[in-house]
């Protein structure tokens, strides 16, 4: 089983660096005369976006209302194509996309020359405005420091990826011919072109279906190793308790998921026993985790029995604690375990 998902990992591999003559990203309008459902629900998603450019968004609209930068080092001013950002010892960069939907944050990224630029202030929800961006080091020394961290090519090839849709990679870095912005139905199930002819030309369903990807018929180790692709996988510095022996590793839900017993014991637990790749996250409070977590921890079993809450309560409040890798973001440790009372204090308190 658990090669069958790497063979399909693989495959999608293949297909997202194809080159477009072989096969064609249509976009996602082309998938929604039959999935209708699908389209409805994921094109308004964060997921799709993920990826903007930089005019118009919460991110773009702080910039220039703010005009500089929170230390008063930098000038923003629009132009056609993004936000141009001005320091007096550094040559002028364009801002021309916002990564990440706002749900969290979004960060600003541009080029210098032939490099891009990842902008050293971002966008917080948590504050509704701009502070440094996280990851960055905290003292700056040059002038191009102080516009931001220029990005080799792979990684930022990467971002484009996991962010966008059609991203290819060159040698020189990524190639944004034919990016489609924002998570879309092809960066999952890969380019459509093949796939759509398949159903005009009345093909066999079995034909239909081998012309493109489809990771929700994944096991479940390769439903996770599919979406820690962009969501992030296990390092050389993950272990046992990765949020503990490195916090910033809570950002990461694949590496915690396959880290908690649940995974380890029952082999079937997956990103999408909980959630929906078509639509936003429900709510902590939403009773459906629950009953997800009762399927294997019946109400009569005695884990429940013992539980210090009061059956029917929700579990992820005690064994799925958030944490804070920063003053403005908290995410949900998925390393679902028994949490013990130093480490629930932490999670209350929002920092590790």
């Known amino acids: 089983m658990i090669l069958y998902g790497v063979r399909w990992i693989a495959k999608l591999t293949m297909l997202f660096a194809a080159p477009l003559c072989a096969v064609e990203y249509v976009g996602s309008t082309a998938c929604s005369p039959c999935h209708v459902n699908e389209y409805d629900r994921q094109s308004t998603s964060h997921h799709s976006h993920a990826l903007q450019r930089i005019q118009g968004t919460v991110l773009g609209r702080r910039l220039l209302q703010q005009g500089r930068s929170p230390d008063g080092r930098l000038g923003y001013e629009s132009s056609p194509d993004g936000i141009v950002v001005h320091e007096k010892d550094a040559p002028d960069v364009l801002l021309e996309w916002a990564f990440g939907a706002g749900v969290q944050g979004s960060t600003a990224v ?7 630029i990842e902008h050293r202030f971002s966008y917080y929800s948590r504050i509704q405005d701009l502070a440094p961006t996280f990851g960055h080091p905290p003292r700056v020394i040059t002038p191009i420091a102080e516009l931001g961290v220029l990005q080799d090519s792979k990684t930022i090839t990467r971002c484009f990826s996991c962010h966008g849709t059609g991203a290819q990679q060159t040698p020189s870095g990524p190639d944004l011919t034919g990016l489609l912005p924002g998570v879309q139905c092809e960066r999952c199930h890969g380019p459509g072109s093949s796939h759509i002819q398949a159903v005009r030309d009345g093909a066999q369903l079995a034909i239909i279906r081998r012309e493109i990807a489809n990771p929700g018929r994944l ?15 296990p390092g050389p510095d993950t272990g046992d308790a990765p949020e503990l022996e490195n916090p910033v590793t809570i950002r990461f839900a694949p590496v915690g998921l396959l880290a908690s017993r649940c995974f380890r014991e029952g082999k079937t637990l997956s990103c999408l026993n909980c959630h929906n ?5 429900k709510p902590r409070t939403d009773l459906s985790y629950t009953r997800t977590c009762v399927r294997c921890h019946a109400a009569d079993t005695q884990s429940v029995k013992l539980c210090r809450r009061k059956q029917g309560g929700i579990c992820v409040t005690c064994h799925m604690p958030q944490g804070s890798v920063s003053p403005y973001l908290t995410f949900t440790d998925h390393r679902i375990r028994v949490v013990d009372s130093k480490s629930s204090a932490k999670g209350r308190n929002g920092a590790f």
């Open 110 to 116: 541009g080029q210098l020359g032939n490099q891009f």
């Open 219 to 233: 096991p479940a180790l390769a439903q996770i190793q599919f979406c820690g692709q962009c969501h992030r996988l």
């Open 277 to 281: 790749p078509h639509e936003d996250l």
